[in-house]
């Protein structure tokens, strides 16, 4: 299995920018004695140095660059490199002189600096070498980064980057963005606490602080950029590294499905309703009118007693027929709702 330091080594293509041809020469030997398979560029200035990574169809591993060039030099030299953003790890050639700039060239982003007088064959191997894996672990690190990005960015559900002590909003997604009509610079501006109303806003911050890390059971009102309101459940997880501290928050819309569960909370209460009409309101009339009936039955009455009792009958009828009549309009209430 090959290392990554015998990938490059298998195809190295080095640009040296050197207007020294005597230095130019010296590092070349170097080069060719420690790399089997390697392609060396060379340039004596820096513009056609950039005109060669500019329009180059090579992959360029590694570039050493000599610090003082015909047109250009120092710090001016080491911005202009880096600030065409290549992306190939940069190693300075430089004299003592130069030693203090070649180091401070360091915090910048250059990879590495080489004393001229100092180079020989394994020391530039190791150098180079080093600073090509470096590079390939930056770029991993650098995609890895893109990816969570993208992953936080494009999350379907409002997400939340939170400073874990003051809750002031970092980062927040672009369905956050969507859904709650703030820009990521408004979002900046507020802290999470700030999307509740007055009488939430503590409660919200006494979760978000706490040691739980897990779903908090609370529905809370969230407030819209334009006034309107949601009910949501909020879920967090607090990030911590050497940096600093800070909680990615996400928030669910269950504005409907609360008012979903409100409307069957309703509507049972109105089938209880209608049973208990069925099972007590409607057996009064329906008992009264059978014990007519059995007071009727075996009995002879006169004109003015049946003239009565018929009465009853259809007294006891209609009530039953206004109960009925009003199941049947509950019933249809509950089928349009």
């Known amino acids: 299995m090959k290392t990554k330091t015998d990938s490059y080594t298998d195809k190295l293509t080095v640009l040296v920018i050197e207007d020294n041809l005597g230095d130019y020469v010296l590092v070349e030997d170097y080069l060719l004695e420690k790399f089997s398979n390697i392609d060396i560029n060379h340039y004596p200035d820096y513009e056609s140095a950039t005109t060669y990574l500019n329009t180059t169809k090579d992959e360029v591993s590694v570039i050493l ?4 060039l015909p047109e250009i030099r120092g710090m001016e030299l080491i911005n202009s490199i880096l600030k065409c953003n290549y992306e190939i790890p940069v190693i300075i050639l430089t004299g003592y002189s130069d030693l203090d700039m070649a180091k401070k060239s360091l915090q910048i982003g250059i990879y590495d600096y080489l004393v001229k007088d100092e180079i020989n064959p394994v020391i530039l191997r190791k150098t180079i070498t080093f600073a090509i894996n470096r590079s390939s672990f930056i770029k991993e690190i650098e995609t890895e980064k893109q990816n969570y990005e993208n992953l936080f960015n494009f999350n379907p559900q409002p997400t939340w980057l939170l400073d874990a002590n003051s809750l002031e909003i970092i980062n927040a997604n672009i369905a956050a963005q969507f859904k709650y009509g703030y820009s990521l610079n408004e979002f900046r501006q507020m802290t999470f ?13 006494n979760n978000l602080i706490s040691d739980q890390e897990e779903a908090i059971k609370e529905h809370f009102t969230h407030i819209i950029k334009d006034g309107s309101t949601i009910k949501a459940d909020v879920y967090f997880k607090k990030i911590s590294n050497d940096a600093n501290n800070s909680i990615i928050v996400q928030s669910n819309d269950v504005t409907e499905t609360l008012n979903h569960i409100n409307t069957i909370e309703i509507q049972n209460t109105k089938l209880k309703n209608i049973a208990w009409t069925q099972s007590h309101v409607v057996r009064a009339p329906i008992s009264r009118i059978l014990g007519i009936i059995n007071l009727m039955e075996g009995q002879v009455y006169n004109e003015e007693e049946i003239v009565f009792w018929m009465k009853q009958l259809k007294i006891s009828t ?6 009925v009549k009003k199941i049947v309009s509950e019933s249809n209430q509950l089928e349009n709702e």
């Open 65 to 68: 660059l000599d610090l003082n």
């Open 318 to 323: 209609m009530e039953m027929d206004d109960i």
């Open 193 to 205: 606490a700030q999307l509740h109303p007055v009488k939430e806003q503590q409660m919200i911050r």
